[in-house]
């Protein structure tokens, strides 16, 4: 028997624990050793990275998996994509859906993880076709369910998910628990039927520890017939994130399952990782176990962005709280799987909820779901809220990419001008439009000689302005900045 083992730490471990905060340039040294590790697949992009490359790392999302794959030349690149959402939170036309996914195959991904966070497969479709169109011997199509528990989630349902993703042409398919609720007897009644239904297709898991269910899950998986699992390295796994990669490797071992990993190069790549959890980003909320979250369906990086963002509004009081309305929102959408961007605006709307109260602020993401922007429910929405929020305009009956416009990618070509090089800063803006801009601006002003850092020319007026001043006259201090001599002139009136 074989069980394989996809590598989480360089994507959503780091999402889950430290919201995708973990630079290209911290981890690069290690690459080529994991390259050496024998997994099935090392998940490095997608989901959140793209976007915080841009937000908040400094980073090309592009350059970033080019340099991934110089590194981990025989190992399989994974990433996570949101179907006809790609990385961002709204449906793009077809066009460029497809030119996405040639993008990222052309750049080094090898498997392709789709998935719709209503599972409306209507919108995974194109994914999937152009992962056919523009697959090399290496591409993975893979297709994705997002897990969660309902009134209207069954095991039937989710059997007869499975056999539609088969029919649709899908290489393998992977159940996403993404808050870790699935239990060890829903884990074996699921990959049992699952099995039976699709037969020899290779089946994967994802889970988290949130709730303390993940170890034993994993094991009734494992003994009902899955083929891969994921796991992050073990200084990296736990609380939010996924079970430890070490852990399961010595499990799996003692009950003579092969899995094809080095023990040895494990070790050396959670070596590598231990001084980088303890660089004081990790927030200890993310690593505790909550049972409550059985309850309230957040999955990992759900949970750790609704600490930041409530840390950054001051509004940490509010957190048990946002999570006991995450449960009535839901079910006032209609039961969506807790998945991003469904996840965000659920957790962002049970915020506003207990700041503002019962919907009295409602999100232009949440108002866009309700007009149906999102794609089908699983279940009903809230009929009497619908129409609160909505008035008199009437729910769309179609796919809503298909009302895209057909031309975004050239005409954002055309609104960017000379500071796009490639398609892909093309698509980097098309996807994150003011984050991609300002990276783009700020690497053009690079090339050209005048960019001129906006903290140190902050600190530096900020000492000017310190000085003490005297009279009706005027100081000026010219600290270096980028090497460059930057002049400042500050009244006595600004600092008074």
């Known amino acids: 028997m074989r069980v394989q083992l996809t590598?989480?730490?360089?994507?959503?471990?780091?999402?889950?624990?430290?919201?995708?905060?973990?630079?290209?340039?911290?981890?690069?040294?290690?690459?080529?050793?994991?390259?050496?590790?024998?997994?099935?697949?090392?998940?490095?992009?997608?989901?959140?990275?793209?976007?915080?490359?841009?937000?908040?790392?400094?980073?090309?999302?592009w350059e970033r998996l080019r340099g991934l794959r110089a590194h981990l030349p025989n190992t399989r690149l994974q990433m996570l994509l949101r179907g006809q959402n790609l990385l961002g939170y709204k449906?793009?036309?077809?066009?460029?859906?497809?030119?996405?996914?040639?993008?990222?195959?052309?750049?080094?991904?090898?498997?392709?993880?789709?998935f719709d966070?209503?599972?409306?497969?209507?919108?995974?479709?194109?994914?999937?076709?152009?992962?056919?169109?523009?697959?090399?011997?290496?591409?993975?199509?893979?297709?994705?369910?997002?897990?969660t528990q309902s009134p209207v989630h069954t095991v039937e349902k989710y059997v007869e998910m499975c056999k539609e993703l088969q029919r649709m042409g899908f290489?393998?398919?992977?159940?996403?628990?993404?808050?870790?609720?699935?239990?060890?007897?829903?884990?074996?009644?699921?990959?049992?039927?699952?099995?039976?239904?699709?037969?020899?297709?290779?089946?994967?898991?994802?889970?988290?520890?949130?709730?303390?269910?993940?170890?034993?899950?994993?094991?009734?998986?494992?003994?009902?017939?899955?083929?891969?699992?994921?796991?992050?390295?073990?200084?990296?796994?736990?609380?939010?994130?996924?079970?430890?990669?070490?852990?399961?490797?010595?499990?799996?071992?003692?009950?003579?399952?092969?899995?094809?990993?080095?023990?040895?190069?494990?070790?050396?790549?959670?070596?590598?990782?231990?001084?980088?959890?303890?660089?004081?980003?990790?927030?200890?909320?993310?690593?505790?176990?909550?049972?409550?979250?059985?309850?309230?369906?957040?999955?990992g990086g759900m949970l750790s962005n609704m600490i930041a963002n409530l840390t950054d509004l001051h509004a940490m009081d509010k957190f048990d709280a946002a999570l006991v309305e995450i449960p009535k929102v839901r079910a006032d959408l209609g039961y969506p799987p807790l998945v991003t961007p469904m996840s965000q605006m659920v957790g962002t709307q049970a915020v506003m909820n207990c700041i503002a109260g019962p919907y009295k602020a409602v999100s232009k993401e949440v108002k866009a779901y309700f007009r149906g922007e999102y794609g089908n429910p699983p279940a009903p929405v809230n009929e009497e809220l619908a129409k609160q929020i909505l008035g008199d305009e009437k729910p769309i009956d179609c796919r809503v990419a298909d009302s895209a416009p057909s031309t975004m990618f050239e005409d954002a070509r055309k609104e960017l001008g000379d500071l796009a090089k490639s398609d892909e800063d093309v698509m980097s803006y098309i996807c994150f439009p003011a984050q991609a801009?300002?990276?783009?601006?700020?690497?053009?002003?690079?090339?050209?000689?005048?960019?001129?850092?906006?903290?140190?020319?902050?600190?530096?007026?900020?000492?000017?302005?310190?000085?003490?001043?005297?009279?009706?006259?005027?100081?000026?201090?010219?600290?270096?900045?980028?090497?460059?001599?930057?002049?400042y002139t500050v009244s006595c009136e600004e600092v008074q």
């Open 117 to 147: 966070a209503l599972n409306d497969f209507r919108n995974i479709k194109t994914a999937l076709e152009a992962t056919k169109k523009y697959a090399t011997e290496k591409t993975v199509a893979s297709g994705c369910i997002s897990y």
């Open 7 to 61: 590598e989480t730490v360089l994507r959503d471990a780091n999402q889950s624990l430290i919201a995708t905060r973990l630079p290209y340039a911290t981890y690069e040294p290690i690459l080529s050793t994991m390259d050496k590790a024998g997994y099935y697949s090392v998940e490095c992009w997608g989901g959140a990275t793209f976007d915080t490359c841009l937000r908040y790392l400094d980073e090309d999302p």
């Open 437 to 487: 801009k300002a990276f783009l601006t700020e690497r053009k002003a690079k090339a050209d000689g005048t960019w001129v850092d906006p903290k140190a020319a902050e600190a530096a007026k900020a000492e000017a302005a310190a000085k003490t001043l005297t009279g009706n006259g005027t100081m000026t201090a010219a600290p270096e900045v980028n090497g460059s001599a930057v002049t």
């Open 91 to 114: 449906h793009y036309p077809d066009s460029v859906v497809e030119k996405f996914v040639e993008l990222s195959i052309k750049n080094g991904i090898d498997i392709i993880r789709i």
């Open 171 to 299: 290489d393998t398919i992977c159940l996403k628990d993404m808050a870790g609720t699935m239990s060890p007897y829903e884990a074996e009644h699921l990959i049992k039927g699952i099995k039976d239904a699709v037969g020899d297709m290779p089946l994967i898991l994802h889970t988290h520890c949130t709730t303390g269910m993940a170890y034993m899950t994993y094991t009734k998986a494992i003994e009902s017939g899955i083929d891969v699992i994921d796991t992050a390295t073990s200084c990296f796994s736990g609380g939010t994130s996924q079970p430890a990669t070490e852990t399961m490797f010595y499990a799996l071992d003692q009950m003579g399952i092969e899995t094809g990993l080095n023990e040895k190069v494990l070790k050396e790549v959670n070596d590598f990782f231990k001084p980088i959890k303890e660089d004081g980003t990790l927030n200890p909320k993310s690593l505790s176990t909550d049972s409550q979250a059985l309850v309230y369906k957040v999955p």
